[in-house]
């Protein structure tokens, strides 16, 4: 693996999933959960760097549209563009497996992922007040894929 190897992952790396979500979100998913999600369909992709993961996303699939549930890469990492690398490889995999639309939730006070998911064609196309623990509010994305 090259830096900015984007690669799909497997039931079995689920405990790795739930090591690198709980590295960025607060509460983490854990093994159990990630499983269930894979199970139901969830789709996962790794992003190397120095020939270790050190970013993922996982997305839910339904007919012609999909969601990004989660997306992140570790912080000694980030600014080096594998968050876009990263977004834009599963947005042509999608595409090409007939997913049309991708959407998404980010949360109104994340100014990073908000200017990568604007900078990458996503349009916001709502708001779900005080949705996060923090208060925040979850702004919904929609991008095109074909």
């Known amino acids: 693996m090259n830096a ?5 992952t497997t039931l079995d790396e689920a405990a790795l999933l739930s ?3 709980s590295t960025y979100f607060s509460p983490p ?6 499983r269930a999600l894979m ?5 996962g992709w790794f992003i190397a760097h120095d020939n270790h993961d050190v970013g993922f996303a996982l997305v839910r ?22 968050a876009a690398v990263l977004l834009e ?5 999608l595409s090409q497996a ?9 949360a109104s006070d994340n100014k990073a992922a908000r200017r990568l998911y604007e900078h990458h064609g996503f ?15 979850a702004l919904t994305y929609r991008r095109a894929l074909g």
């Open 19 to 21: 090591s690198l979500h």
């Open 89 to 93: 490889s599963l947005c042509q995999e």
């Open 4 to 8: 900015g190897d984007v690669r799909g």
């Open 123 to 137: 349009t916001s196309i709502g708001n779900r007040p005080g949705y996060y623990a923090n208060g925040a509010d």
């Open 61 to 82: 699939c339904a007919a012609d549209e999909a969601e990004l549930l989660s997306i992140a890469v570790l912080p000694k990492f980030r600014e080096l563009g594998l």
């Open 39 to 43: 199970a139901h369909g969830a789709q």
């Open 98 to 106: 007939a997913v049309y639309t991708l959407f998404l939730e980010v």
């Open 29 to 34: 998913w854990d093994e159990a959960a990630i």
